[in-house]
């Protein structure tokens, strides 16, 4: 689908949520999962959009169908991906392929089982994209992470990167030098949920697991999670 921007409009900023993993950890489907009012795939969405990114991708795979009939997606365009058992990497470029035929000059990438980011958050790493961009959000010293930035010029050398479970976190520490790292600590938290709460009657949410070390968050290694 080829989309049409209007001249003189601000570059178009693709956002593209993967949402494919079956999430074993956590023992069902995490874009199932329901966190402060809402299914952790909306929410996702719902942050994308709101932070103007346009046109908002999803996506799936695992219980496809079921996410399909129980969350309202109708902000954004879903994708399948017949291979997420596989890892991360082929939702990524499935993602990544989609948006090939749209205008979009970047892409901002985020985790369905981060509802930390925040639109803030989005819009400060998407701030002056360009093709040849590179961005993440920076959490504090030696730590980065989602929400992430892929100009367009990079996404065939993403898309070649991103096999099994890696994501694009290989491509970019071959490029550190070119990455900007954003700050967003002060408006997003960078913790994923990473297994059912202890107590469900809490908030229904998982239990947040902050990323260790450096550039965990963008590029993943644990399975399911694409």
Sequence with gaps: MQLSRIPGSPPAVA?????AGAGRRYGRPKALVHHRGSLLVERAVRTLVGAGCSP?????????DRVRADADLSAAR???????????GSSLRVGLRALAGTEAVAVVVLLVDMPGVSAEAVRRV???????CLATAGYGPGRRGHPVLLG????AGVCACAVGDSGAGGYLRQRLDRVRIVPCADVADDADLDVPPADPATT???TATPPA???????DGRPGRG
């Excluded at 879903?78 to 991360?88: F, L």
């Excluded at 367009?152 to 996404?155: A, S």
């Excluded at 070390?213 to 590029?219: E, F, L, P, R, Y």
Aim: hydrophobic share 55%.
């Design 78 to 88: 879903v994708v399948g991906n017949p291979r997420w058992a596989t890892g991360m």
């Design 213 to 219: 070390g450096t550039g965990s968050a963008a590029d």
């Design 126 to 132: 998407a701030a002056d994209a360009t093709p040849a």
């Design 204 to 206: 229904g949410s998982a």
């Design 15 to 19: 956002g593209l949520v993967l949402a």
């Design 152 to 155: 367009r010029e990079h996404w």
């Design 56 to 64: 908002a991708l999803v996506v799936l795979g695992a219980a496809a």
